[in-house]
């Protein structure tokens, strides 16, 4: 179908600020991209699957900019033993950055290895992104693919020693980036990857994850802190038999965010949990859209996506689950669920289930609710003041979403950022 | 320690009246009882004294220790020593009862001027009390009266009041759905802070708690007001021969 003019009007304004970076090894998958995208058209507001969410900052020639927030606050993620690699602004920090040396471990920036005449990545890069185009575009993440500027390629043989963590800081207010990693992890193989930070005042950001048989991939990401910063991201993850996948995602703060989770359960018996924790404050805007696709036999997928909204914040879910005919043994589960605190702020969910399997177990449910006032009262008849009565009965709300991180180092880390974010809410 | 006067209540929002001046002086050390048929206002009273949403008090006054507890919010009128043990206790999914209680002892205390209490004093103190009341640590570590019996729950208001210590303790209906070993133990609990400088408001329907907590004046609450007071007798009074008889002579 041909694209209507003002779609390609905002398409091609938007291209003509950019340039294809060279490439040896991926220029290939790099030109697809830019056919695939030139094919669909950057996303508009009457697209059907931006209804609640309005890309126009997203897609524009120009990030609109967006203060750096300079309050001290303790890192994310401080206490963990982990392999730093460090962006600003979207530019790649030696400095900053630990040695990329990881037992059973192979780090290497997309800049360097596309310098070469062939890499591994080949077949990856930008490949379980197209996969991920349908049934639904996803321009942005085509976008991403054919003009990032940067992004970390991941080889994992082995158990990895240590997390990774990517860590995005932002200096220029003007900023806007573009990164795309590649995460393939082979049989049996086994890595924590950690995401923190604000990046840019405009990030767009796509992670595609091939998790072999037997392997495990765990994602804990924080998304901050910069109240301005705009962000759209895509994970695109396949997954082999037996494999496991785990993403976890607090969002504190920023004006707009679309975080995509696209996931395919390819081989018998494999698990994928997706969640999401995130506190808004007003004109914060966070959208989670999640499809995930069932084609195998015997595997579990969780979505479990839970929002905090005050002062006007609007929370967005569109979650999927595709069960394909044959998949049979299935186990989908979904749950979305906001807690506003006032009447201004507003949850807006599109949860969906298509299933062509007979013997499946699939159930979602959503929900919209406010403080418990009872609960409030029994706190404080107790002593407890109505902020960290109020702040009590937050954190439990997203406990069952924070439960889906394993490691209970990185849990404590969510928890406690979360515990500093409502305190300052409430220090104003 | 806790002057009620003249304390004229109603629901916020609809006109209807819940308390129709209420008098009632309860002097420190002393244990006071209120019996009365059902939603005669006994529930209403505690509520309203400890600061529950929903009621408007359209006359009177309530003071603890001279202050006036009806300006106060909830929690400070619990800082200055006021404690209800609720007739239904709140369940609140994903607040574990260890967490709330450190954080309710601790809040009270800095609303005080006293030191926190540090997580290895707090462990100790709890667990002696805890066992006490035979609260396991299971039961601890659950969230707060999530799936507790209403035994359990109970007993778990019990083990909050001796957590806080307060000077104030309102008990609204602690006794109902306790077996008859439970009911000892919640009154060994009570008994066991009875000193002094506490006082206790203890709402029953029945004769067998004040067996065990004896307390120095029985009040006969019906439709808002307190129709009757008198001692331990009274008590005895109502289970043998229901209200009729006490209303009658009310009226
Ligand atoms: N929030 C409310 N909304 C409507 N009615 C109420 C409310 N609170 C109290 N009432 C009414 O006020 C009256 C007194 O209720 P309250 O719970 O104080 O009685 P009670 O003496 O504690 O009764 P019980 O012995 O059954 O516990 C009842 O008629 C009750 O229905
Ligand atoms: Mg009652």
Redesign the pocket.
């Given at each position: 179908m041909a694209l209507t003019q003002p779609k390609l009007d905002a398409t091609e304004a938007r291209l003509a600020g950019l340039t294809l970076p060279e490439s040896r090894a991926l220029a290939s998958n790099r030109a697809e991209a830019l056919t695939r995208l030139r094919a669909m058209g950057l996303p508009g507001r009457r697209d059907e699957y931006w209804k609640y969410t309005r890309p126009d900052t997203l897609v524009a020639p120009e990030a609109a900019p967006a203060a750096v927030f300079d309050t001290y606050e303790t890192p994310v993620f401080g206490e963990v033993d982990r392999v730093k690699i460090v962006f600003v602004d979207g530019v790649y920090d030696a400095e900053a950055s630990d040695n990329l040396d990881l037992a059973g471990v192979s780090i290497e920036r997309l800049a360097d290895a596309e310098g070469h005449d062939i890499h591994w990545s080949k077949d990856l890069y930008g490949v379980l992104e197209a996969r991920g185009q349908d049934p639904v575009d996803r321009p942005l993440a085509a976008l991403n693919t054919a003009f990032a500027t940067d992004g970390v390629l991941i080889h994992v043989t082995g158990k990895a020693a240590k997390p990774v963590s990517l860590i995005y800081l932002h200096a220029d207010a003007n900023s806007d980036a573009i990164l795309h990693h590649v995460v393939r992890l082979d049989a049996g193989a086994d890595l924590t990857l950690l995401e923190n930070g604000p990046a840019a005042a405009r990030f767009n950001k796509v992670l595609e994850v091939d998790v072999a048989d037997g392997a495990a991939f765990h994602h804990v990401r924080a998304q901050g802190r910069d109240h301005e910063r705009r962000a759209a991201t895509h994970i695109f993850a396949r997954l082999g038999a037996e494999s496991v996948f785990k993403s976890f995602t607090l969002t504190a703060n920023g004006v707009l965010t679309r975080n995509e989770c696209v996931l395919e359960l390819t081989g018998d018996n494999a698990v994928a949990h997706v969640a999401g924790a995130c506190v808004g404050d007003g004109d914060f805007h966070h959208d989670d859209t999640v499809f995930i696709t069932h084609d195998a036999l015997n595997c579990e997928s969780r979505q479990v996506f839970k929002k905090v909204l005050r002062n006007g914040a609007t929370g967005v879910f569109q979650g999927k689950i595709l069960v394909k005919a044959g998949a049979q043994k299935t186990d989908g589960y979904q749950i979305s669920q906001s807690l506003l605190l006032d009447g201004d702020s507003q949850f807006l969910a599109k949860p969906e289930l298509e299933i062509y399997a007979d013997d499946v177990v699939c159930s979602h449910g959503s929900t919209s609710g406010a403080i418990d006032e009872e609960g409030l009262f029994y706190l404080r008849s107790r002593g407890i003041e109505e902020g960290p009565a109020t702040d009590l009965l937050t954190l439990a709300f997203l406990a069952e979403a924070i439960e889906e991180i394993e490691d209970e180092t990185l849990a404590a880390e969510i928890l406690a950022r979360l515990e500093a974010w409502l305190a300052r809410r409430r220090a104003g | 320690m806790l002057e009620i006067k003249n304390l004229h209540v109603k629901?916020e929002?609809?006109d209807?009246r819940?308390l129709k001046g209420v008098d009632l002086s309860i002097e420190p050390g002393s244990v006071h009882a209120i019996m009365?048929?059902?939603?005669?206002?006994?529930?209403?009273?505690?509520?309203v004294l400890s600061g529950r949403d929903?009621?408007e008090v359209t006359e009177g006054a309530a003071t603890l220790d001279g202050h006036d507890l009806l300006e106060l919010e909830p929690e400070e009128r619990a800082a200055l020593g006021l404690f209800l043990a609720f007739?239904y206790p709140v369940e609140i999914p994903g607040v574990g009862n260890m967490t709330f209680l450190r954080t309710a002892v601790n809040s009270q205390r800095k609303a005080r001027g006293e030191e926190e209490l540090s997580a290895a004093d707090f462990l100790k103190l709890i667990r002696a009390k805890a066992k006490a009341l035979k609260i396991d640590a299971d039961m601890l570590k659950r969230p707060v009266n999530v799936g507790f019996s209403g035994g359990e729950k109970k007993r778990n208001e019990i083990l909050q009041m001796a957590m806080l210590e307060p000077k104030m303790c309102v008990l609204?209906?602690t006794d109902s759905g306790l077996d008859v070993d439970a009911m000892k133990l919640v009154a060994e609990g009570v008994n066991a802070l009875r000193s002094q400088g506490r006082s206790f408001l203890v709402?029953t329907?029945y004769q067998r708690l004040l067996d065990h907590i004896k307390p120095d004046v029985v009040h006969i609450?019906a439709d808002?007001r307190i129709v009757k007071s008198g001692g331990p007798e009274l008590a005895l009074e109502v289970e043998h021969n229901g209200y009729a008889d006490i209303l009658a002579e009310a009226v």
């Amino acid at each position: 179908m041909a694209l209507t003019q003002p779609k390609l009007d905002a398409t091609e304004a938007r291209l003509a600020g950019l340039t294809l970076p060279e490439s040896r090894a991926l220029a290939s998958n790099r030109a697809e991209a830019l056919t695939r995208l030139r094919a669909m058209g950057l996303p508009g507001r009457r697209d059907e699957y931006w209804k609640y969410t309005r890309p126009d900052t997203l897609v524009a020639p120009e990030a609109a900019p967006a203060a750096v927030f300079d309050t001290y606050e303790t890192p994310v993620f401080g206490e963990v033993d982990r392999v730093k690699i460090v962006f600003v602004d979207g530019v790649y920090d030696a400095e900053a950055s630990d040695n990329l040396d990881l037992a059973g471990v192979s780090i290497e920036r997309l800049a360097d290895a596309e310098g070469h005449d062939i890499h591994w990545s080949k077949d990856l890069y930008g490949v379980l992104e197209a996969r991920g185009q349908d049934p639904v575009d996803r321009p942005l993440a085509a976008l991403n693919t054919a003009f990032a500027t940067d992004g970390v390629l991941i080889h994992v043989t082995g158990k990895a020693a240590k997390p990774v963590s990517l860590i995005y800081l932002h200096a220029d207010a003007n900023s806007d980036a573009i990164l795309h990693h590649v995460v393939r992890l082979d049989a049996g193989a086994d890595l924590t990857l950690l995401e923190n930070g604000p990046a840019a005042a405009r990030f767009n950001k796509v992670l595609e994850v091939d998790v072999a048989d037997g392997a495990a991939f765990h994602h804990v990401r924080a998304q901050g802190r910069d109240h301005e910063r705009r962000a759209a991201t895509h994970i695109f993850a396949r997954l082999g038999a037996e494999s496991v996948f785990k993403s976890f995602t607090l969002t504190a703060n920023g004006v707009l965010t679309r975080n995509e989770c696209v996931l395919e359960l390819t081989g018998d018996n494999a698990v994928a949990h997706v969640a999401g924790a995130c506190v808004g404050d007003g004109d914060f805007h966070h959208d989670d859209t999640v499809f995930i696709t069932h084609d195998a036999l015997n595997c579990e997928s969780r979505q479990v996506f839970k929002k905090v909204l005050r002062n006007g914040a609007t929370g967005v879910f569109q979650g999927k689950i595709l069960v394909k005919a044959g998949a049979q043994k299935t186990d989908g589960y979904q749950i979305s669920q906001s807690l506003l605190l006032d009447g201004d702020s507003q949850f807006l969910a599109k949860p969906e289930l298509e299933i062509y399997a007979d013997d499946v177990v699939c159930s979602h449910g959503s929900t919209s609710g406010a403080i418990d006032e009872e609960g409030l009262f029994y706190l404080r008849s107790r002593g407890i003041e109505e902020g960290p009565a109020t702040d009590l009965l937050t954190l439990a709300f997203l406990a069952e979403a924070i439960e889906e991180i394993e490691d209970e180092t990185l849990a404590a880390e969510i928890l406690a950022r979360l515990e500093a974010w409502l305190a300052r809410r409430r220090a104003g | 320690m806790l002057e009620i006067k003249n304390l004229h209540v109603k629901l916020e929002e609809e006109d209807k009246r819940i308390l129709k001046g209420v008098d009632l002086s309860i002097e420190p050390g002393s244990v006071h009882a209120i019996m009365g048929p059902n939603g005669s206002g006994k529930s209403t009273l505690s509520y309203v004294l400890s600061g529950r949403d929903g009621y408007e008090v359209t006359e009177g006054a309530a003071t603890l220790d001279g202050h006036d507890l009806l300006e106060l919010e909830p929690e400070e009128r619990a800082a200055l020593g006021l404690f209800l043990a609720f007739q239904y206790p709140v369940e609140i999914p994903g607040v574990g009862n260890m967490t709330f209680l450190r954080t309710a002892v601790n809040s009270q205390r800095k609303a005080r001027g006293e030191e926190e209490l540090s997580a290895a004093d707090f462990l100790k103190l709890i667990r002696a009390k805890a066992k006490a009341l035979k609260i396991d640590a299971d039961m601890l570590k659950r969230p707060v009266n999530v799936g507790f019996s209403g035994g359990e729950k109970k007993r778990n208001e019990i083990l909050q009041m001796a957590m806080l210590e307060p000077k104030m303790c309102v008990l609204d209906e602690t006794d109902s759905g306790l077996d008859v070993d439970a009911m000892k133990l919640v009154a060994e609990g009570v008994n066991a802070l009875r000193s002094q400088g506490r006082s206790f408001l203890v709402i029953t329907h029945y004769q067998r708690l004040l067996d065990h907590i004896k307390p120095d004046v029985v009040h006969i609450m019906a439709d808002g007001r307190i129709v009757k007071s008198g001692g331990p007798e009274l008590a005895l009074e109502v289970e043998h021969n229901g209200y009729a008889d006490i209303l009658a002579e009310a009226v």
